[in-house]
């Protein structure tokens, strides 16, 4: 406890005790729909069994001409909440919710166009929102007390009002996306008032012991809004009583990763503006950054940096992490390694996941919790140590089975121990180590350096037997084009062509003035590739057959934070919807995918990203001798780290 002596130290948020300074900020989750149901208690419960002080559900529309997520904006969302609120009770830890109407980001409940501050469009809408009359806005602020008064009857502890994160109020802010003539525009103070009208229907809606607070953030380009603006907005607020807490954030849609940056930032990232933003806030102050760890969560607090902490990925990959951190087993804590491929991406695409825990969003379900070790144990035999060979032995020994792990290798880890070495990708080696540490511990056998073929399978007389052999690239000579596969892609002599395994094992290098990176698959990378080329001071054409740069993990964000980092550096292009026609020493032909006509791009070194070719010839050669065999992670298809861990964690789980 005294190793965490500010983390564990109680905090009073206007009525509320909060056990611990760890809180999960809100987060959507697309566990979901209109209300609260098993997926999500699940998933919250967890979370609130490994010990965090506090948790803001997720964004809750109070009106139907904004929605995304959640729902307060009718009396049928009371009891569903209340469900939650009684689950969690038990565990001590304090629950929030956040009252959200996104402007110009998010459509209405019918699927129309959104009421916004003006007809402005934002950053990502397809046609201009519907501008807000001063009636409108008087409807809006009296839904934000009715949500209120219904969270509370629900038994929330508070609310959060998001006037941050590029959503409705700071829309309104803003000096360059308000352009309203009436109360409601120009000035500072008339600027605010939305806000401030809100924030007083939602007082004399609720009890005085009901929390509220505000999620407040500027924009990431300065001239929108202001760390110094929303600094002014929180001093006022604050002396006109109208919040509890202040919740700091940066960022909005027009970079939106900064408020959720992936592994190429620091810990603590936004600290430099949530110091600017906090300034003379006496209320407790939240801040956000990376944060995943009690041991930087406490260096924060110490500093004096904030009042509480936010820890959502870290939670999200690991939900005993406080209680581990606590015990003194911070060692067995899942490392989150900040890939925002499940949470952020699984969220854009319908449903959040995790890479590394493949439990979350089956809580209900899949809980660790609920494993009891079997009075039958099987015979487990795993062939491969990569990633989802380590999470199939892992979860077989958590099972009560008997697992043997062999790898042909001398290290575990599988294709980590390269992509770990690309620039900005350090972190994804973390999960690997933490895998590793993991099966020892629970006493799975390991044999390295063991090649086995099918019948030295046999001869083992395994029960069960899962193949998580991964893959291997494409050789060079024999590269495909996805989008132009009748083509034998011509290769001159002399020309460097290399994979983009050659060039992560290659490390630090002279790979000339010019480079070609060809992306056939649309991952990290790539984008790893290119960075990697860029530092070595090569100018780089990044062409691909795909409509856009890096489009599998455009959801995260980090195509973004790697766009902004590689014309920074002011050597780099991109060329979509292309193939190759040949490489040449020093160049490469390069054509449209619906032309005939080739441009010549200078090119010192071509470096091929394609599909890998899965490794399962023992998986074909036990088919039909072993009592349960299954095949998982890159052995079964070629893909990434995330696929990977969830089906060597369900093919342990399956075991009879």
Known sequence: MSLYRHVF???????????????RTAHATRLSGKYVNDDLIAYHLARAKGGAGLSIIESTSVHPSSTFSLSA???????????????????????FTQLWHGGYTDPAADGGLPWAVTALPGRYSIAPPIPMTTDQIGELVEFYGKAAARMQEAGLNGVEVLAGAGYLFSQFFSPVLNQRQDQYGGSFDNRIRALQEALRAIRAATSPGFALGVRLGGSTDARILTAEDVNAIALRLQAEGLVDFVNITHGDYYFHVERYAGMDRPVGYQLPVSDRIGQGVTVPRIIVGRYATLDDA?????????????IVRGMIADPMLVVKARE??????????????????????????????PVVGDEARLSEDDIVPTQHPRKVLVVGGGVAGMEAARTARLMGHDVTLVEATSDLGGLLNVAKHLPKLHLIGDIAIWLEAEIYRLGVK?????????????A?????????????????????????????????PGARVLTSLDLSMAGAGAWGKTALVFDDIGHYEAIGCCEALIDSGAEVTYVTRHLMFAPAVEGT???????????????????????LASIDKGSAEVRSLYGETAETVPADTVVLVGYRQSQNDIWESLRGRVPQLHIVGDALSARDIQPAIREGHLAARAIN
């Open 9 to 23: 130290s109680p905090l009073r948020i206007g009525g509320v005790e909060i056990p611990n300074r760890i809180v």
């Open 446 to 458: 390991v044999q390295l350096a063991t090649y086995v073929e099918a019948d030295e399978v046999l």
């Open 328 to 357: 003194g087993r911070g060692t067995e804590v899942r490392p989150c390694i900040s890939c925002n491929q499940g949470c952020i991406g699984g969220v854009f695409t319908g449903r959040m996941r995790c890479a590394v825990n």
């Open 460 to 492: 083992e007389n395994p029960d069960v037997v899962i193949i998580a052999t991964g893959s291997q690239p494409t050789e060079v000579q024999e590269f495909r084009q996805t989008a132009d596969p009748a083509t034998q892609l011509r290769i001159a």
């Open 73 to 95: 904006a009718e009396d049928d969302a009371i009891a569903p909440m209340r469900r939650m609120v009684d689950a969690i009770a038990p565990t001590g830890m304090k629950l």
């Open 298 to 310: 406490e260096q924060a607090l110490k500093e004096g940096h904030a009042d509480m902490i936010n």
């Open 557 to 579: 964000g980090r195509t973004q934070a790697a766009l902004q980092r590689f014309h920074k550096a002011g050597r780099f292009r991109i060329v979509t919807q292309s193939a």
